[in-house]
């Protein structure tokens, strides 16, 4: 049974980056048919879908976020990254990784359980 | 971006109930309509794709339809275990967007 994972840190500082991983596990990430997504939930906006990123490193961001995103693969270690720059408090949110099938533009699942990034001084 | 647009925000209902959610698309998103049910502390988990495709392992009370702009959830008689947010999601183009939820409570 597929199972993801986030990993990072759970309070970050104003302006600095944030950086969190999505370890796979019970599964392959090479496989071609499988898309690997990060999506955000806070109280203000609800569910927002950031970015996607085949196992061949292709990535697909939110226009909206696209300036300060970076989601990169790593098929050696069966997971994926996400970067955020320019972190405001706007950017505190429970923090998702999930698997799309076919195609980046697709449904969800399954998810990883998330992780709570905190933006403070 | 597509707007998706979820009524009731909340409500109420007792077990056994029909209930239905609707989710409004601000434009033509197809059958490309996917449902989900979050508890809380916990991740969405996917019942529905496709607008009627019921995910391996959701129960048949559990049904969704529409097209074009306008799509339900049903779930026909509801279970202490259905008490729970729901949320839609359009996965027509880019950017993918999801609906403000719907809570399901006890009645």
């Known amino acids: 049974q597929l199972q993801l994972q986030e990993s990072g840190p759970g309070l970050v500082k104003p302006s600095e980056t944030l950086s969190l991983t999505c370890t796979v596990s019970g599964g392959s990430i090479s496989s071609s048919n499988y898309y690997w997504g990060w999506i955000r939930q806070s109280p203000g906006k609800g569910l927002e879908w950031m970015g996607t990123v085949s196992y061949s490193g292709s990535t697909y961001y939110n226009p909206s976020l696209k300036s300060r995103l970076t989601i990169s693969v790593d098929t050696s270690k069966n997971h994926f990254s996400l970067k955020v720059d320019s972190l405001t408090a706007a950017d505190t949110a429970v923090y998702f990784c999930?698997?799309?099938?076919?195609?980046?533009?697709?449904?969800?699942?399954?998810w990883g359980q998330g992780t709570l990034v905190t933006v403070s001084s | 971006d597509i707007q998706m647009t979820q009524s009731p925000s909340s409500l109420s209902a007792s077990v056994g109930d029909r209930v239905t959610i609707t989710c409004r698309a601000s434009?033509?998103?197809?059958?490309?309509l996917d449902w989900y049910q979050q508890k809380p502390g916990k991740a969405p988990n996917l019942l529905i794709y496709?607008?009627?495709t019921l995910q391996r392992g959701v129960p048949s009370r559990f049904s969704g339809s529409g097209s074009g702009t306008d799509f339900t959830l049903t779930i026909s008689s509801l279970q202490p275990e259905d008490f729970a947010t729901y949320y839609c999601?359009?996965?027509?183009?880019?950017?993918?967007?999801f609906g403000g939820g719907t809570k399901v409570e006890i009645k």
């Open positions: 999601q359009q996965s027509y183009s880019s950017p993918l967007t």
């Open positions: 434009q033509s998103i197809s059958r490309y």
């Open positions: 496709a607008t009627s």
């Open positions: 999930a698997r799309s099938r076919s195609s980046w533009l697709n449904w969800f699942d399954p």
